[in-house]
Nanobody, 126 residues
């Protein structure tokens, strides 16, 4: 019943920007986490960014700090990943993710996510 749909991926040259969107349906917002992951061929999936809608606290992978920003719009049940100064090593399939509601907001861990989108490809060329 819960469905997450990503959009906004594409091809861009190094130094460029992209904005990813994730629209949720059949999903209840309320003290839950929303996030973004990525996976390149032959590599493990890694958490990129997360946000808690009970207070807006965010978490980022070290590799994207200062370049990526996660935000949310609870009214639209949508969250975003603004990616600036993209690098070739950012090339990957990007997945949005969400947790169940009802979390305290204390003690975030990347394994909290259980709902996943289908993925959107981001390719950064030099």
């Amino acid at each position: 019943q819960v469905q997450l749909v990503e959009s906004g991926g594409g091809s861009v040259q190094a130094g460029g920007s992209l904005r990813l969107s994730c629209a949720a349906s059949g999903y209840t917002f309320g003290r839950n986490y929303m996030g973004w992951f990525r996976q390149a061929p032959g590599k493990e999936r890694e958490g990129v960014a997360s946000i808690f809608n009970g207070g807006g606290v965010t978490s980022y992978a070290d590799s994207v700090k200062g370049r990526f920003t996660i935000s949310q719009d609870n009214a639209k049940k949508t969250w975003y990943l603004q990616m600036n100064n993209l690098k070739p090593e950012d090339t990957a399939m990007y997945y949005c993710a969400a947790s169940r509601p009802g979390y305290s907001g204390i003690g975030f861990a990347w394994n909290v996510f259980e709902y996943w989108g289908q993925g959107t490809q981001v390719t950064v060329s030099s």
